[in-house]
């Protein structure tokens, strides 16, 4: 609500909401009007886009379908991007919750305050991720906003939830500084990434289904690279796959169904031949 409200404020009579019902708890269908009805109280158009969550991690598959139901909304409304209302806070639990799992320098750059999604032609814009949730919750308060709540917010079965609990009475816990720090992150991605194309595109030789590419010594740009060809010839690898493949390859292996060969200084990336029978 506090993005919605911001939003009109910001850009008067230049402003539409999509919500979305993920079809998975009976209250969304009254909090997908409730928006509605806020919105025709400003005078903003607001579409609710109903959507079907597919088995398997229902966090994450509810994700992917909800940015690409509304990229397509985007997309047919002729919008250049999305904004969503994520904030410092939330930016202090995914941070924590990729410390927690040992992520690389992808994953600790958080959540990017314009990201490229997979699924959604549109970029995702983060105008929030500077402010609180308290500090949100103000700005509803003064717009006379209602406020809803989502029940799986408390639902302590996921990993956000219970890093939400545990961190919630911490006081020593400076949000902004999180943010700032995940920003600081996020922009040496994006160095590292700049970086890893012009290589690419100074020294990639892509042939039909062989790529053949110079990998640099530094570890991290030579994983990007190495990653980038294994999905060029049509296989499927993480940058962090890479890298922890590059350390124990030798001459020789494969990854992602992809043979990867060392020739010199260089790489060639064929796809991995069929297995032999008995």
Same mark, same amino acid.
């Given at each position: 609500?506090? &993005?919605? %409200? &911001?939003a ?6 230049a402003?539409e909401?999509a919500t !979305? ?12 009007a409730?928006v509605?009805?806020v919105?025709a109280?400003r005078?903003?158009?607001?579409t609710?886009l109903?959507?079907t969550v597919a088995?398997?991690n229902r966090?994450?598959? $509810? #994700?992917?379908? @909800?940015?690409?139901?509304l990229? *397509?909304?985007?997309? /047919? *409304?002729?919008?250049?991007a999305i904004a969503?209302?994520h904030h410092?806070?939330? /930016?202090?639990e995914?941070?924590?919750? @990729?410390?927690?799992r040992?992520s690389?320098?992808a %994953?600790? $750059?958080?959540? #990017?305050?314009r990201a ?6 549109v970029?995702?814009? @983060? ?6 949730? %308290?500090?949100l919750?103000t !700005?509803? %308060?003064? &717009?006379? &906003?209602p406020?809803? /709540?989502?029940p799986?917010?408390r639902?302590?079965r ?13 006081d020593?816990i400076? *949000?902004?500084a999180f943010?700032r720090?995940a920003a600081?992150l ?6 590292l990434?700049s970086?890893?194309e012009?290589l690419w595109?100074?020294a990639a030789v892509?042939?039909g /289904?062989k ?5 640099p010594?530094?570890?991290d740009?030579? $994983?990007?690279l ?8 049509g296989g499927?690898?993480s940058?962090?796959?890479a890298?922890a493949?590059?350390?124990t390859?030798?001459?020789r292996?494969?990854i992602g169904g992809?043979l990867?060969?060392r020739r010199s200084?260089r790489y060639v990336c064929?796809p991995?031949p069929? *297995?032999?029978g008995?």
């Open positions: 609500m506090a &993005l919605l %409200g &911001l009109a404020a910001s850009f008067d009579g402003v909401v !979305v019902d993920h079809g998975l708890r009976k209250e969304a269908a009254e909090e997908c409730l509605e009805r919105c109280e005078s903003i158009p607001c609710t109903r959507i088995e398997g966090q994450d598959r $509810a #994700r992917a379908a @909800r940015y690409a139901a990229g *397509r909304w985007a997309g /047919q *409304r002729g919008f250049a969503t209302a410092a806070d939330d /930016q202090v995914t941070l924590l919750m @990729r410390l927690n040992g690389g320098l %994953g600790l $750059a958080g959540i #990017r305050a490229e999604i997979e699924g959604c032609p970029p995702v814009l @983060r105008p929030l991720l500077g402010f609180t949730k %308290g500090e919750q !700005v509803v %308060g003064c &717009l006379s &906003l406020v809803v /709540q989502d799986s917010n639902d302590d996921y990993d956000r939830v219970r890093i939400r609990q545990q961190i919630a009475g911490v020593w400076d *949000r902004k943010a720090s600081h996020s922009e040496a991605e994006q160095t990434e970086l890893a012009e595109n100074a892509e042939s /289904q790529v053949e590419i110079r990998v010594s530094q570890p740009l030579a $994983a990007r190495i990653a980038r060809a294994v999905r060029t010839v499927t690898v940058t962090g796959e890298q493949f590059l350390k390859m030798g001459t292996g494969n992809v990867i060969e200084d064929t991995e069929p *297995r032999r008995g």
